[in-house]
T-cell receptor, first 115, second 111 residues
Framework: SAVISQKPSRDICQRGTSLTIQCQVD?????MFWYRQQPGQSLTLIAT?????????ESGFVIDKFPISRPNLTFSTLTVSNMSPEDSSIYLCSVQHGTGSYEQYFGPGTRLTVT | GEDVEQSLFLSVREGDSSVINCTYT??????LYWYKQEPGAGLQLLTY?????DMKQDQRLTVLLNKKDKHLSLRIADTQTGDSAIYFC???????????FGTGTKLQVIP
C-alpha cells in the first residue's frame, strides 16, 4: 500500500483567506486525486492531478477556487481560495497504487473550518 | 452519470454477521471497493473486487458481486465493536480513472 501524509491535519481559517494543503506520498504515483467530504456526507471528487499536466476538474469545481500543483510524482498541493463557511469540509488526497493501479488509497485528510 | 446507493444505517450485535449492501448504476464499472472510515479518521481500503468476479473472501470479509443486478455486498463475519464505523462502497468506471463513492453506511455494533 501507499503511505500518504497531509499537512495541516486541521485548521481554522477566516473567511476570505486561502489555505494550501500539502499531500506527500512515500512512492511515485502517476495519478493523484483531491476529494472533499462535507460534514456527514460522502466523498466528492474535486480534481485529478497528473504530474506534468494541468489538473482536470470535476463539474462544480474550478481552478480559480481550487488551484492544484503537482510538481513531481510524490507531491501535490490543493489551495482553497477566498474561503467561505461553505468550504468547511475534510479535504482528502488520494492515489492509485499497486499492480495495475487498481488500489486507491487515501491520506488522513485535512479538516478545515471556516469562520 | 454514475450513482452509488447504500442504506444509511445498520445495527448488529457483537458476534453476529453484518451485511452491508450497495447498488450502482454504471454498467461499465471495472472495480468495486469497500472502504472503512472510523470517526475523525481517513478512509481505509478494506477490499476490492474486479467486475468479472462473483465473490472475494479475505479473512472475516466476504464481498459478493451481482453484476446483472449491479449489486455489491460486504459481509463481516463475527462482527466486533472495533468494526463500528462508516462503510463506503465505491465504483471505478471502465476506461476512466474516476472513483465514485456511495453515501456510506454507518455500522453500529452492540456489545
Amino acid at each position: 500500500s501507499a503511505v500518504i501524509s497531509q499537512k495541516p491535519s486541521r485548521d481554522i481559517c477566516q473567511r476570505g483567506t486561502s489555505l494550501t494543503i500539502q499531500c506527500q506520498v512515500d512512492s511515485q504515483v502517476t495519478m493523484m486525486f483531491w476529494y472533499r467530504q462535507q460534514p456527514g456526507q460522502s466523498l466528492t471528487l474535486i480534481a485529478t492531478a497528473n504530474q506534468g499536466s494541468e489538473a482536470t476538474y470535476e463539474s462544480g469545481f474550478v481552478i480559480d477556487k481550487f488551484p492544484i500543483s503537482r510538481p513531481n510524482l510524490t507531491f501535490s498541493t490543493l489551495t482553497v481560495s477566498n474561503m467561505s463557511p461553505e468550504d468547511s469540509s475534510i479535504y482528502l488526497c488520494s492515489v492509485q497504487h499497486g499492480t495495475g493501479s487498481y488500489e486507491q488509497y487515501f491520506g488522513p485528510g485535512t479538516r478545515l473550518t471556516v469562520t | 452519470g454514475e450513482d452509488v446507493e447504500q442504506s444509511l444505517f445498520l445495527s448488529v450485535r457483537e458476534g453476529d454477521s453484518s451485511v452491508i449492501n450497495c447498488t450502482y448504476t454504471d454498467s461499465s464499472s471495472t472495480y468495486l471497493y469497500w472502504y472503512k472510515q472510523e470517526p475523525g479518521a481517513g478512509l481505509q481500503l478494506l477490499t476490492y473486487i474486479f467486475s468479472n468476479m462473483d465473490m472475494k473472501q479475505d479473512q472475516r470479509l466476504t464481498v459478493l458481486l451481482n453484476k446483472k443486478d449491479k449489486h455489491l455486498s460486504l459481509r463481516i463475519a463475527d462482527t466486533q465493536t472495533g468494526d463500528s464505523a462508516i462503510y463506503f462502497c465505491a465504483e471505478r468506471s471502465g476506461g476512466y480513472q474516476k472513483v465514485t463513492f456511495g453515501t456510506g453506511t454507518k455500522l453500529q455494533v452492540i456489545p
